[in-house]
Structure formats: structure tokens, C-alpha cells
């Protein structure tokens, strides 16, 4: 009996991310702004994008509704924002950590979700990342 409201459930969860995803890949207005706004996307904003679309792919898989379409949607909007980035004269891979690194964050973010995430307080940390405030409060205060 649940057999079947599970598969209903990943399937809309898959195709509900798959429109959001797409949605937000040719949005026009989204990208004008990013783009030519008044302030447009720059590295650390960048990392933030990165990390928020590896969350994305991640808890899609997790999830199991990551289809091979979504996952090549992400990798283009990454993409795009690097060129975005890349068109500002600063060179995108120069102010982003290694691939590993948003992969690792982002499995991070889905243990605290679910409650099985486990801060040591030896863990060394970039205190330049974008979310350096986010993860030395949560250890700080004990939560997890």
C-alpha cells in the first residue's frame, strides 16, 4: 500500500525540482539581474550559488528523484554563473574552493537537516567561506 504512495511521492518530488530547476535556468529576468544588476554576481556570491545548486543535486540523489536531465540543468546554471563571473575580469576558479569541498558542505547541511550531523570542535575551518558564521555559530551554541 505505501509502496505506491512512495513512488508517487519521488516522482513528484523529482518533477517538481526538475520544473523549478529549469524554471530558474531560463528565467530571463533572473539572469539580467545576476548579470547586469546593480550588483551582479561576484565570488562570494558565486560560492554561495555553487553550494545552493550542489545542495540541489545532492538531496535530489538522496532522495533518489535526481534524474540525468536535472543533474545537467545544475552543472549548466553552474556554468553559466562562472562565465557570469568570469565576465567581470576575476577569474572564477581562483575564488572557488575545489569541487570535494561543496560536495562535503553540502552533505553537512543535509545530516543537520535530518539531525545526524556531528560537530568536533577540532575541525579546522576556512573562516573565509560564506557560511564560516553559520557553522562556528551551530558549534558553538552545541547545536546539531
Not at 9 to 36: G, P
Not at 76 to 94: F, H, L
Request: aromatic share 10%; hydrophobic share 45%; net charge negative.
Amino acid at each position: 500500500m505505501f509502496v505506491g504512495r512512495e513512488r508517487s511521492a519521488t516522482i513528484l518530488l523529482m518533477r517538481m525540482t526538475e520544473t523549478v530547476i529549469l524554471w530558474l535556468s531560463e528565467d530571463q529576468s533572473f539572469w539580467v539581474e545576476i548579470e547586469e544588476g546593480p550588483k551582479p554576481l561576484g565570488p562570494l556570491g558565486l560560492q554561495q550559488f555553487y553550494l545552493d545548486m550542489e545542495f540541489v543535486m545532492l538531496f535530489s540523489s538522496e532522495g533518489r528523484y535526481l534524474s540525468r536531465n536535472l543533474q545537467q540543468v545544475i552543472k549548466n546554471i553552474i556554468e553559466r554563473a562562472i562565465d557570469v563571473v568570469a565576465a567581470t575580469g576575476i577569474d572564477p576558479y581562483s575564488v572557488l574552493p575545489e569541487d570535494d569541498w561543496f560536495a562535503e558542505v553540502a552533505q553537512i547541511a543535509i545530516k543537520m537537516l535530518i539531525g545526524k550531523a556531528n560537530f568536533d570542535n577540532n575541525v579546522e575551518r576556512d573562516d573565509t567561506s560564506p557560511t564560516a558564521s553559520i557553522s562556528a555559530s551551530i558549534v558553538s551554541h552545541g547545536s546539531n
